[in-house]
Nanobody, 121 residues
Framework: QVQLVESGGGTVQPGGSLRLSCVAS????????MGWYRQAPGDQRDLVAT????????????NYADAVKGRFTISRDYAKDTTYLQMNNLLPEDTAVYYC??????????WGQGTQVTVSS
């Protein structure tokens, strides 16, 4: 079992920045992919970014949605079991609930409760 808790959401003006955090607990060494997803009202939940590791702590690579490339950065602090999403140059269309997801080596997915990000002037 893995538990995830997100934080760091809020309201920011266009062009601003936010950093989201996702703290994992439980069987964290079983996680090989951490991801951030987002869902705007009336829309489906979409991938934002993922970070892949091997054997729990060996970094493999990252992947980003085209809409956020060059603006968002995903990173993972293995000592703190925390995954971050640094979001720069935020746009109104980035407004959504952001969810953290962990996928284990056996293919089981765990989700956090979500954190609201609002970009508005």
């Amino acid at each position: 079992q893995v538990q995830l808790v997100e934080s760091g959401g809020g309201t920011v003006q266009p062009g601003g920045s936010l950093r989201l955090s996702c703290v994992a607990s439980g069987n964290t060494l079983s996680i090989n992919i951490m991801g951030w997803y987002r869902q705007a009202p009336g829309d489906q939940r979409d991938l934002v970014a993922t970070i892949t590791t091997l054997a729990g702590t060996s970094f493999i690579g990252t992947n980003y949605a085209d809409a956020v490339k060059g603006r968002f950065t995903i990173s993972r602090d293995y000592a703190k079991d925390t995954t971050y999403l640094q979001m720069n140059n935020l746009l109104p269309e980035d407004t959504a609930v952001y969810y953290c997801k962990a996928r284990t080596r056996t293919g089981v997915d765990y989700w956090g409760q979500g954190t609201q990000v609002t970009v508005s002037s």
